[in-house]
């Protein structure tokens, strides 16, 4: 699977994005699906998950009432919508494919890229 983010850019504080995360292949629909986020001089964190069906979906405490994520299976694309952002939301915001759906980054088996989304006061 690749994986292809999108969508990022400058915002003010407040404002909303939406990424997208675009994949190849036709198993998409059997992978659970994540968003990380990594900030300069940090570790990588868990942002979002959501399982292959859509239905079950898992947040971070940081972004919880701030950010959907979405699945569309017939167009191999995931989704996170971001409102009220922070300039703490401020990274480089990464998706991710795996078998579960689970906070650590260890256990999803493909990246993408990785797309900038800056937030200022």
């Known amino acids: 699977v690749q994986l292809q983010a999108s969508g990022g850019g400058l915002v003010q504080a407040g404002g909303s994005l939406r990424l997208s995360c675009a994949a190849s292949?036709?198993?998409?629909?059997?992978?659970?699906m994540g968003w990380f986020r990594q900030a300069p001089g940090t570790e990588r964190e868990f942002v979002a998950a959501?399982?292959?069906?859509?239905?079950?979906?898992y947040y971070a405490d940081s972004v919880k009432g701030r950010c959907t994520i979405s699945r569309d299976n017939a167009k191999n694309t995931v989704y996170l919508q971001m409102n009220s952002l922070k300039p703490e939301d401020t990274a480089v915001y990464y998706c991710?494919?795996?078998?579960?759906?689970?906070?650590?980054?260890?256990?999803?088996?493909?990246w993408g890229q990785g797309t900038q989304v800056t937030v200022s006061s």
């Open positions: 959501i399982d292959w069906s859509g239905d079950s979906t």
């Open positions: 991710a494919a795996g078998s579960r759906a689970t906070g650590r980054g260890s256990e999803y088996d493909y």
């Open positions: 292949g036709r198993t998409f629909r059997s992978y659970v």
